[in-house]
């Protein structure tokens, strides 16, 4: 059984800083890649950043590269985005996302949580 449940979002101003947590019960975490994703009204979801098991490996969007950064703690069973100068286009749900293999995380059998709406106004 795997549970994620985001928290940290909110409505903020352009530039400003908001940090994404993400808090996981499941067995071996320390085993899943995690990572973040979110989705903009009309659009479909798309990929922000993932990290590997250890934290040794990261990768991000385009988009984002810069100015999120995704961390994890497997003592604590975290995952966490730190998103800096925020702009209007990164106004979206983001979802927390676990799975094996972090080429394919968000396809089929990864584990998402409900999501956390993040507003950036101009």
């Known amino acids: 059984q795997v549970s994620l449940v985001e928290s940290g979002g909110g409505l903020v101003q352009t530039g400003a800083s908001v940090r994404l947590s993400c808090a996981a019960s499941?067995?071996?975490?320390?085993?899943?890649?995690l990572g973040w994703f979110r989705q903009a009204p009309g659009k479909e979801r798309e990929f922000v950043a993932g990290i590997h098991f250890s934290g040794g490996g990261t990768k991000y969007a385009d988009s984002v590269k810069g100015r999120f950064t995704i961390s994890r703690d497997n003592a604590k069973n975290t995952v966490d985005l730190q998103m800096d100068r925020l702009k209007p286009e990164d106004t979206a749900v983001y979802y927390c996302?676990?799975?094996?293999?972090?080429?394919?995380?968000?396809?089929?059998?990864?584990?998402w949580g409900q999501g956390t709406q993040v507003t950036v106004s101009s």
């Open positions: 996302a676990a799975g094996n293999d972090l080429r394919v995380l968000g396809a089929r059998g990864t584990y």
């Open positions: 499941m067995r071996a975490f320390s085993r899943y890649v």
